[in-house]
C-alpha cells in the first residue's frame, strides 16, 4: 500500500512539474518565431539582420543555461535535505556569475557592435540593420540573467507555474509591441528591427520586474533576499563551479556547434536552406517535450538523492527512462502526423516542399532517440550529479563524430541533404547507448551536499 502511494505521488509531482516546463518551452519558442514572422513580413535584410543577432543571444542563452542547470544539480540535492540556506549562497554564486557573463558581452557588443554582426555576414545592408537591433537589445541581458538564474533557483524547489505565466506575459507583451512599432501602426513610428528589439527588451524588463514581485511577497520556500546576492560562499560557490566550469564549456561549444550546423546547411541549394529552415522550427516545439523531462527529471532525481535513499533514486531512474521511451514515441509520431497540416502552411518550391517533408519524417525518428537520450543524460545522470560524464560524451560525440563527419558527407562526398540531416542528428541516436549502459551500470549517483 505504502509502495502504491509512493508511486502516485511520484507520477503526481513529475506531471505536474513536466506538463509546465513544456508548455513554457512551447511559449518561448512561439516567441521567437512570432519575431520571425513579423519582420518577415517586414523586410527580409531586417529579418537576417535579427537572426544575425540571434545567433549571439543564442550562445549567450547557452552559457546562461549551464549556470541555470548547474544550480539546479546542487540544490535540488540540498532541497531534499530541506536546506535551504545554501540554497541561497548557491544561487547568489549563480547570479554573480550570470551578471559577469552579461557585463562582458555587453562591453563587447558596444564597442564593436558591427563587427559583432559581421561574424554571421558580410552583407553591408544586413549588418547595418543587425548593428541597429543589437544597440536595443543588448539591454536585455541584464533583465534575462537575473531572470534565468531566479527561475532556476526556484525550479531546485519544485516551483514552476511561475515561469509559464511569466513565458505567457512576455509573448502577448512581445507580440503586440512588435506589431505597433516594426510597422508604425496606431500612429507609432514604423521602426522595423529596432521596433522588434524595443518589444523584446520591454517584455524582459516586465518579466524580470513581475518575478521580482512575485519573490518579495509570494515565494514561500526558500525566502530569498536581495542582501544575500551581495556576498560570496568561497566553499559552497567552489563546489559550484567545479560542477558548472565543464558545463560552461560544452554549452558554449554547442551554440558554436548550432552556428556550424548553419555552415554545413548553407552552401547547400536555396531550396535545401528553405526546407530544413521551415523543419526546424517545427522540430524545436516538439523538442520541447524532450527538453521538459530533462528539467523535471534533474529536479526530482536531485531532490531524491537528497533525502539520502539511494536505492529509491535507482528505481525512479528506471521508471523515468520507460517513460522517456513513451514520450519519445508519442513525440515521433505526433511530428510525422501533423508535418503534411503545417507544411500546408507554407509557400515554398516544390522541391523545397519535398525536401521539407523528407527532413520531417527523419526529424520524427531523431525525435524519439532524443526524448530518451537527452532526459536520461541531462536529467538523470547530469542531475545525479555526475556532469562530467556528460560533458565527455558531449565532446566526443559532436566534436569527434558528428561535426567531422557531416563536413566530410556535405564538402567532400558532396551528398544529398537528407544524407547531411541525417549526419548532424545521428548522436541523438547513438547517444542512446552510452545513456543506457550509465544509467543501468555505471556510478552516476553523486552525493554533492555537504553536511
Same mark, same amino acid.
Given at each position: 500500500?505504502?509502495?502504491?502511494?509512493?508511486?502516485?505521488?511520484?507520477?503526481?509531482?513529475?506531471?505536474?512539474?513536466?506538463? +509546465?516546463?513544456?508548455?513554457?518551452?512551447?511559449?518561448?519558442?512561439?516567441?521567437?518565431?512570432?519575431?520571425?514572422?513579423?519582420?518577415?513580413?517586414?523586410?527580409?535584410?531586417?529579418?537576417?539582420?535579427?537572426?544575425?543577432?540571434?545567433?549571439?543571444?543564442?550562445?549567450?542563452?547557452?552559457?546562461?543555461?549551464?549556470?541555470?542547470?548547474?544550480?539546479?544539480?546542487?540544490?535540488?540535492?540540498?532541497? @531534499?535535505?530541506?536546506?535551504?540556506?545554501?540554497?541561497?549562497?548557491?544561487?547568489?554564486?549563480?547570479?554573480?556569475?550570470?551578471?559577469?557573463?552579461?557585463?562582458?558581452?555587453?562591453?563587447?557588443?558596444?564597442?564593436?557592435?558591427?563587427?559583432?554582426?559581421?561574424?554571421?555576414?558580410?552583407?553591408?545592408?544586413?549588418?547595418?540593420?543587425?548593428?541597429?537591433?543589437?544597440?536595443?537589445?543588448?539591454?536585455?541581458?541584464?533583465?534575462?540573467? +537575473?531572470?534565468?538564474?531566479?527561475?532556476?533557483?526556484?525550479?531546485?524547489?519544485?516551483?514552476?507555474?511561475?515561469?509559464?505565466?511569466?513565458?505567457?506575459?512576455?509573448?502577448? +507583451?512581445?507580440?503586440?509591441?512588435?506589431?505597433?512599432?516594426?510597422?508604425?501602426?496606431?500612429?507609432?513610428p514604423e521602426m522595423g528591427a529596432e521596433g522588434a528589439a524595443i518589444g523584446t527588451l520591454a517584455a524582459r524588463i516586465l518579466e524580470c520586474a513581475v518575478l521580482l514581485c512575485y519573490i518579495a511577497r509570494k515565494e514561500d520556500r526558500l525566502h530569498l533576499k536581495l542582501k544575500e546576492y551581495l556576498h560570496v560562499d568561497r566553499v559552497l560557490a567552489a563546489d559550484y563551479f567545479r560542477v558548472c566550469l565543464p558545463m560552461l564549456v560544452v554549452q558554449g561549444l554547442w551554440g558554436l556547434n548550432t552556428a556550424l550546423q548553419t555552415v554545413i546547411l548553407g552552401h547547400m541549394t536555396a531550396a535545401a536552406i528553405a526546407a530544413n529552415s521551415a523543419a526546424s522550427t517545427l522540430f524545436l516545439l516538439v523538442k520541447s517535450t524532450a527538453v521538459g523531462a530533462a528539467s523535471?527529471?534533474?529536479?526530482?532525481?536531485?531532490?531524491?538523492?537528497?533525502?539520502?535513499?539511494?536505492?529509491?533514486?535507482?528505481?525512479?531512474?528506471?521508471?523515468?527512462?520507460?517513460?522517456?521511451? +513513451?514520450? @519519445?514515441?508519442?513525440?515521433?509520431?505526433?511530428?510525422?502526423?501533423?508535418?503534411?497540416?503545417?507544411m500546408s502552411l507554407y509557400d515554398l518550391s516544390p522541391e523545397a516542399m519535398d525536401m521539407m517533408d523528407t527532413f520531417l519524417v527523419i526529424l520524427s525518428v531523431v525525435c524519439v532517440g532524443m526524448s530518451y537520450q537527452m532526459p536520461t543524460n541531462n536529467g538523470i545522470i547530469r542531475g545525479g550529479g555526475n556532469a562530467m560524464f556528460v560533458v565527455r560524451m558531449d565532446l566526443v560525440s559532436i566534436w569527434m563524430i558528428v561535426i567531422p563527419l557531416s563536413f566530410v558527407m556535405a564538402f567532400v562526398v558532396k551528398a544529398s541533404p537528407a544524407v547531411v540531416v541525417c549526419c548532424l542528428n545521428a548522436d541523438q541516436i547513438f547517444k542512446c547507448v552510452p545513456a543506457f549502459l550509465e544509467s543501468h551500470y555505471g556510478n552516476w549517483i553523486r552525493k554533492l551536499t555537504r553536511e
Open positions: 500500500m505504502g509502495q502504491v502511494k509512493t508511486e502516485k505521488t511520484f507520477y503526481r509531482n513529475f506531471f505536474s512539474i513536466y506538463i +509546465v516546463l513544456v508548455l513554457q518551452n512551447v511559449v518561448t519558442i512561439s516567441v521567437n518565431l512570432a519575431d520571425n514572422v513579423m519582420l518577415g513580413g517586414y523586410s527580409e535584410t531586417a529579418l537576417s539582420g535579427v537572426a544575425a543577432v540571434n545567433q549571439i543571444q543564442f550562445v549567450y542563452q547557452q552559457l546562461l543555461t549551464a549556470l541555470g542547470d548547474g544550480l539546479v544539480i546542487f540544490c535540488s540535492q540540498y532541497w @531534499g535535505k530541506r536546506q535551504t540556506q545554501p540554497m541561497r549562497r548557491i544561487s547568489a554564486a549563480a547570479m554573480q556569475a550570470g551578471l559577469l557573463i552579461a557585463v562582458l558581452l555587453f562591453a563587447a557588443v558596444s564597442l564593436f557592435p558591427e563587427q559583432a554582426v559581421g561574424l554571421f555576414t558580410t552583407e553591408t545592408a544586413i549588418i547595418r540593420e543587425g548593428a541597429s537591433y543589437l544597440r536595443i537589445v543588448r539591454f536585455t541581458y541584464f533583465f534575462f540573467a +537575473v531572470t534565468t538564474i531566479l527561475l532556476a533557483t526556484l525550479r531546485s524547489v519544485e516551483t514552476v507555474k511561475i515561469a509559464f505565466a511569466l513565458s505567457v506575459m512576455a509573448f502577448f +507583451v512581445n507580440c503586440c509591441i512588435n506589431y505597433v512599432l516594426i510597422y508604425g501602426k496606431f500612429g507609432a523535471t527529471a534533474s529536479v526530482l532525481i536531485g531532490k531524491t538523492i537528497g533525502t539520502g535513499n539511494i536505492p529509491l533514486v535507482k528505481h525512479y531512474s528506471r521508471v523515468m527512462q520507460r517513460m522517456f521511451v +513513451v514520450i @519519445g514515441l508519442a513525440s515521433g509520431l505526433l511530428l510525422f502526423l501533423i508535418r503534411i497540416p503545417v
